[in-house]
């Protein structure tokens, strides 16, 4: 019959009906895998359900200069690292885009779902409900979120991941110093001179003792807002003194100082609150167990601090996903903090 010729002597025999129902079929099978192609460009992903959503840029990955020498032991040496290409969020995660996770406001999947990871939404634990005003009266609509713990902005990198089929988290220290480089080696994104400093970032010179609402300042070079100050951002690395001097030999690729403790990890940036020397590119801070020295409760809020408004965070996503063993590792484990 009809299809035994096309085996001897080729398509062309095929009816056009049967060409055109295969095509279909095979656009509507392989969508996911064809869109997921990963072109490498700015991109908005939509909180589907709420009209929120989360600007992404491209940040071609390279070798440099991570550290300082001269400066804060913990900065030196300044040694070669290496990092792949990932997205990197414009700006601050926002109060309205954090309480959409946290408040169970929207589990609500994305219709065009990539397909880099298999996660039910509904079974991301959301956070505890705070019983005091977190923002401490600096404003949400469009600020940076703030006082959240590690583990809470690695629960909504979790959940947005099962929202959209994208794998998100934080970025690491690596990822973080060489996005807010952006191709610098001076202190900051824009050159040493402090006086431009306001122009770039919210900081304790000219904050008036607050956090702002997120992109008001100048970008870096890779389009990224609030590198410097604002609110001081988190990563996925514990805080090692010593971790740039225990590095040596080869430059290392994607380096990752996984956390085995809950304190001290490591957040970036800079913030408001800060003096203009912990806004420079290669500044390192601890997270510190007193940022939650009124919470009254055994164990404390895994979720919440309630003394740390000047930290915050942003996300990135990978351009090559990781398996799914290793994606399981960025998650974290909770620790309980008595």
Known sequence: MRFHIVAQKGWKYVPKSLLLLLIV????????????????????EPLEGSGEAISLVPVKGGRFL???????????????????????GVYEIT?????????????????QRGNEVNLEVDAIASATTPYVDMS???????????????????????WLSAKTGRF???PTEAEWEYACRAGSREPYSFGSDTTLLGTYAWYDGNSEKRYHKVGQKKPNAFGLYDMHGNVAEWTMDAYREDTYANREGAPEK?????????????VRGGSWQDKATALRSSARTASDARWKRIDPQIPKSRWWF???????????RPRNTPS???????????????
């Open 136 to 158: 401490h009266g600096m404003g949400k609509k469009a600020y940076p979120v703030s006082n959240v713990t590690q583990h809470a902005a690695l629960a909504f990198c979790q």
């Open 95 to 111: 109060w309205d885009q954090y309480l959409q996770f946290s408040e169970e406001r929207n589990n609500q999947l994305n219709p």
């Open 66 to 88: 991570m550290g300082a020498d001269g400066g804060a032991k913990a900065e030196a040496p300044a040694h070669e690292v290496v990092v792949g290409d990932f997205w990197m």
């Open 168 to 170: 998100y988290r934080l």
């Open 306 to 316: 309630t003394n740390a408004p000047h930290v915050g965070f942003r996300i990135v």
């Open 254 to 266: 994607d380096p990752w100082v996984v956390p085995e403790q809950l304190y001290p990890r490591t």
């Open 324 to 338: 799914p063993e290793a994606i399981k590792e960025y998650w974290l484990e909770a620790i309980e903090d008595y």
């Open 25 to 44: 079929l095979f656009a509507v099978a392989f969508r996911p895998l064809l869109q997921d192609k990963k072109l490498f460009e700015a991109y908005e």
